[in-house]
Each structure stands twice: as C-alpha cells, then as structure tokens.
C-alpha cells in the first residue's frame, strides 16, 4: 500500500520560519478549541524543526492526539518516531515505528525510519563500546602504575 507520508529524509528539511510561522500562528488562533488537524499539523513542522525545543514540543503535541484522538493513531505513529529519532530516544523511536510496520509492513517511509534508527544504535553503540575500551586501558594503566608504586616501598 502506498503512502503518501515523506521518507524519513524529509524529516532533516526544516520548514522556513514563515511556514512554521503560519503553521503556529493558526493554532494559537484556534486556541482551546483547537482543531486536531490544525494540531497535527503543527506537531508536524515543529518535529522538521532543527530546534530541540521545537521538537519535544512537537512530540508532546502527537502523543496528546495519539491519546486522544484514536483515528489519527496511525499517521502520529509515524511522525512521533520521527521526533523521537531526532530526539535521539532512540528505543521509544523504534517503538513506535515497529507498531507502525506491525499493521503495515510495506511502509515505505517506516522502512527508511527503521533504517536510520538501527544505523544510529549500532553507531552509538560502537562508540561507547570505544569509549569504555578507552576507559578500562585508562584504568589499567593508572591501577599498573600504582601497584608498581606499591612494590617499590
């Protein structure tokens, strides 16, 4: 099935302030009454922002409409991994996008999420695999140096 969702790439193209701008300024016009496709739309160009803040908003935003709003799940699951991603949490990333490609297999989009999620991990955690390595040598050499310190006495 085909959809019409941006491959997660897109997610790196921020909207210009001016949209995000249009986006927010409907939104706070709408106030408490709010609608949910003006929210949805707007958790949307704030998840593209390059802002963290922005961003944790944005999920905040999905996850309130995910909530409640249960016909709209399925396009939150999406985006609300896609900002997790760019969170870099990236455990409630794959969560969401596996419950994503449990109902639709053949996303495209999701696919490509999956992609970007499990390249991170195996990224970060070869660099803290490094990063301990480089810690266990240091400690090593500091514990050589002062049994070596200890014996001279």
């Not at 949209?19 to 408490?32: N, S």
């Not at 803040?53 to 409409?65: D, H, T, Y």
């Not at 596996?98 to 970007?116: A, K, T, V, Y």
Request: charged share 25%; hydrophobic share 35%; proline share 3%.
């Amino acid at each position: 099935m085909a959809s019409n969702l941006p491959y997660a790439a897109d997610a790196e193209s921020p909207l210009k302030a001016a949209e995000l701008q249009v986006l927010r300024t409907q939104y706070e016009k709408e106030g408490e009454y709010v609608g949910v496709q003006t929210k949805f739309n707007y958790a949307w160009g704030l998840i593209k922002s390059s802002a963290r803040p922005e961003q944790q908003e944005g999920v905040r935003l999905l996850s309130e409409i995910f909530r409640t709003s249960p016909e709209r799940r399925r396009e939150c699951l999406y985006y609300l991994a896609l900002g997790n991603y760019k969170l870099g949490n990236y455990a409630e990333a794959r969560r969401y996008n596996d419950l994503l490609l449990d109902h639709e297999p053949g996303n495209l989009q999701s696919g490509s999420l999956r992609g970007l999620i499990d390249d991170k991990v195996s990224k970060e955690g070869l660099m803290g695999v490094a990063i301990l390595s480089g810690v266990a040598i240091a400690a090593g050499v500091v514990g050589g140096m002062l049994f070596k310190g200890s014996r001279r006495r």
